[in-house]
């Protein structure tokens, strides 16, 4: 006779064994497809990550750095019931085109280049219609940082923008940011030692040290009718959150549909800091959008 105790260790490891090749062997909640788009003369490469029954889709905009496509973020929203389109940054990975950023000493928020991001942006949304040509979802734009002048360039020449969520992107002018960005030099501990008059006295009267056309988002944001979403970290030393929550703010009182969250411990990267909350909010946010359908 064998053993009970035997026979029990013996199916535990086989469950051990098999468990993790019947967990791959289970389908995915969404399918992932490569596609091309052309934007301004050139290709630019990107992948769909699409769940089974989506409620919505977004376009994930990037950062001022040189980005890859956010194939992490995506699965993360994928997963929530949101479609997605994110693709490499023009110049970057598979993508086509010049990445013109700091990190190679130019100068990437001349409004020439914010335009031309835009335009790609604009682009990769049409792609996506034409992808869920079946389906009809509210469709918004996603991104980080610089995006907050990119999105809203975006939705004022893509009618078919129906909302917008923006992590720790400026609600000021080009020109402004930098001000403040140079005054901070990347200090952790500047509000430390500076307080909000500071800042604003600094960003009012500070000369500036690059000379080009800036971009006010505020031009497009009185103009766009669709609803928003900022999120901020109250310790941001790239963007002045407390200015950019007043300028939100003087929008809504004309009538604007936007809405900010403001993570007081957090710094400028809300997107992909420990706590998991900022991005459960813009999720949460973009699902109330969905029930109340807001498909143009």
């Keep these: 006779m064998l053993n009970f105790n035997y026979l029990s260790n013996l199916f535990l490891w086989l469950i051990l064994i098999i468990l993790p090749n019947l967990l791959k062997a289970q389908p995915m909640d ?163 030692t500076h307080t909000e008059a500071d800042v604003r006295d600094h960003i009012k009267n500070a000369p500036d040290k690059y000379q080009f056309v800036e971009t006010n988002p505020h031009v497009q944001l009185s103009n766009l009718t669709i609803p928003g979403l900022w999120i901020f970290g109250g310790k941001d030393i790239q963007v002045p959150v407390e200015i950019c929550m007043e300028n939100l703010d003087k929008l809504t009182l004309v009538g604007k549909k936007y809405t900010y969250r403001l993570f007081p411990e957090l710094g400028h990267n809300t997107s992909f800091s420990e706590s998991p909350v900022p991005v459960q909010e813009a999720i949460q946010w973009i699902k109330d959008l969905s029930i109340r359908k807001i498909v143009k």
């Design 30 to 192: 969404y399918t992932i497809q490569d596609v091309t788009f052309v934007s301004q003369g050139d290709t630019l490469a990107g992948s769909i990550v699409n769940p089974k029954n989506p409620i919505a889709a977004v376009v994930i905009v990037h950062g001022s750095d040189p980005v890859k496509r956010e194939m992490e973020f995506a699965k993360q929203l994928a997963a929530q019931g949101i479609a997605v389109l994110t693709y490499d940054k023009r110049g970057v990975g598979e993508s086509g085109g010049i990445y013109v950023g700091p990190s190679v000493g130019t100068n990437n928020i001349d409004s020439t280049n914010l335009n031309l991001l835009a335009h790609d942006a604009s682009t990769a949304l049409n792609t996506f219609r034409t992808f869920l040509n079946t389906i009809k979802l509210p469709m918004g734009l996603i991104g980080f940082s610089q995006a907050g002048w990119i999105i809203p360039l975006t939705a004022e020449m893509n009618k078919n923008v129906n909302f917008m969520v923006i992590f720790s992107g400026p609600v000021i002018s080009t020109l402004e940011q930098l001000r403040f960005q140079f005054y901070t030099n990347g200090d952790e501990h500047f509000w430390k």
